[in-house]
């Protein structure tokens, strides 16, 4: 089966860093995409990973190991801002979606 | 550079009575387009997703439907909401590639009375 497996909620501290991580079982891969979405709001895409490895985007850095199934999603500097659901979804082997349920980040001052 | 409108935002609507959610793209042609709906506190549920005009996919067997009438144009509909219709919708689109991440309109809060 297709399995996706993320933490429902992790609490960091402003200024800090947090590392939110992914596990997935999925029907073939064509990629692993996280989403940011605040509460009320769509979701608005962060990084795509599809080689092992990290990349980098400012604040935000996204890594992949395909052997483990394993992703995370670190954010650095942590702003109030940053207070937010992310999402992680798998590109199958169809090049469709499968959607983790998310992780709701608390950022406290 | 592409853009996507989908409205209304919020909508209430009595059990019974039908829906209709629109969603346009812009600055693009063919797009792959996607209807998801989000309970609250959960993951998103794909309900629909199109290839082409007139081609709908559906996902999950339910009191909805879609459809395309044209290439940029996207619509969710239902004859007569159930309570469990709430949520909230998001239409999308696939930018061009086959890896291509989704971009989502601002979604439509739907609360059935």
């Known amino acids: 089966g297709q399995n996706i497996d993320q933490p429902t909620e992790m609490t960091a501290t402003e200024g800090a860093i947090v590392q939110i991580n992914c596990t997935y079982q999925?029907?073939?891969?064509?990629?692993l995409f996280w989403y940011q979405q605040h509460a009320g709001e769509a979701p608005t895409f962060l990084s795509y990973?599809?080689l092992d490895g990290l990349e980098e985007k400012g604040r935000f850095s996204s890594f992949l190991s395909r052997s483990k199934g394993y992703s995370y999603l670190l954010l650095k500097e942590l702003q109030m801002k940053d207070s937010a659901s992310y999402l992680c979804?798998?590109?199958?082997?169809?090049?469709?979606?499968?959607w983790g349920a998310g992780t709701k980040l608390i950022i406290k001052p | 550079s592409q853009t996507i409108h989908q409205w209304p935002a919020t909508l209430v609507q009595p059990v019974g009575s039908p829906l209709s959610l629109e969603c346009t793209v812009e600055?693009?042609?063919?797009?792959?387009l996607y209807w998801y709906r989000q309970a609250a506190g959960r993951g998103l549920q794909l309900l629909f997703y199109?290839?082409?005009?007139?081609?709908i996919s559906s996902e999950v067997p339910q009191n909805l439907s879609a459809s395309r009438p044209q290439d940029r144009q996207f619509i969710l509909s239902s004859k007569k909401l159930l309570l469990s219709d709430s949520g909230f919708y998001l239409c999308?689109?696939?930018?061009?590639?086959?890896?291509?991440?989704?971009?989502f309109g601002n979604g439509t809060r739907l609360t059935v009375t």
């Open positions: 600055g693009t042609s063919n797009p792959n």
């Open positions: 999925t029907s073939g891969f064509n990629g």
């Open positions: 199109s290839v082409g005009i007139g081609q």
């Open positions: 979804a798998i590109m199958d082997s169809n090049y469709q979606l499968i």
């Open positions: 999308a689109f696939a930018g061009t590639g086959d890896h291509s991440p989704l971009h």
């Open positions: 990973n599809v």
